[in-house]
């Protein structure tokens, strides 16, 4: 079926180092939405975008939207230790009525 | 916290047993799912509810049974499951089914012997 492919699987930084997540899907999204999942926690939404080309920030945070609605990042300034947890795109692929959730990037930060 | 509450927490149960998980919203909402959260796989969509119709099965085995009373409750009943089932289900929900935002539940931790 339809998927929405996130990379990488995993990160380990430093504390005060970047880090960026990549989500991408084969067919066009009406939009994409990022959802933050602490350790034993739930997904909680973070932001959607819906227009190509399309950059909000929250903070550290920077999310962007390809041109061709096709492919988002997420990139977080200056890792803390609370930025710690999965990370996931979700997308609603053209002909699909629901959300499909990419696998996730588990973010780690040392102190 | 984000007004979506599921009971139990935890649970652990024989494949012999039949037990039913509860979720509860208090935002209004008119959408519902049921996910699956296993290790090594993204979230599965199983089941979403729109107005209390059922409008997506995901080829979900007839061993897990949905249940949506009224937009505000949504039940898992499950039987003879199998330990491939152990996993994490999150409930969630949504002003409308498609692609608004989903609040979700805290998630039941299942493990079936």
């Known amino acids: 079926g339809q998927q929405v492919m996130q990379i990488p699987q995993y990160q380990h930084v430093q504390e005060g180092e970047d880090f960026t997540t990549y989500c991408n899907s084969s067919?066009?999204?009406?939009?994409i939405q990022w959802y933050k999942q602490r350790p034993g926690g739930h997904p909680v939404f973070l932001i959607q975008?819906?227009?190509?080309?399309e950059v909000k920030k929250q903070k550290r945070l920077t999310f962007q939207f390809g041109e061709a609605k096709k492919n988002s990042s997420l990139h977080i300034t200056a890792t803390q230790t609370t930025d710690v947890g999965t990370y996931f795109c979700?997308?609603?692929?053209?002909?699909?009525?629901?959300?499909?959730f990419g696998k996730g990037t588990m973010l780690l930060v040392s102190p | 916290e984000t007004g979506v509450t599921q009971t139990p927490r935890h649970l652990v149960m024989g494949m012999t047993n039949k037990k039913s998980l509860k979720c509860e919203q208090h935002?209004?909402?008119?959408?519902m799912y049921w996910y699956k959260q296993s290790a090594k796989k993204p979230l599965e969509l199983m089941f979403v509810?729109?107005?209390?119709?059922?409008?997506e099965n995901n080829s979900v085995p007839s061993r897990f049974s949905p249940e949506c009373p009224n937009s505000s409750h949504l039940f898992l009943h499950l039987h003879t499951l199998q330990p491939e089932d152990s996993a994490l289900y999150l409930c969630?929900?949504?002003?409308?089914?498609?692609?608004?935002?989903?609040?979700f539940g805290p998630g039941t931790r299942l493990l079936v012997l």
């Open positions: 509810y729109s107005l209390e119709e059922r409008v």
């Open positions: 067919t066009t999204l009406s939009n």
């Open positions: 975008l819906v227009k190509s080309g």
């Open positions: 979700a997308g609603r692929i053209s002909g699909y009525s629901t959300l499909t």
């Open positions: 969630a929900s949504s002003q409308l089914a498609g692609a608004e935002t989903q609040y």
């Open positions: 935002l209004g909402h008119n959408a």
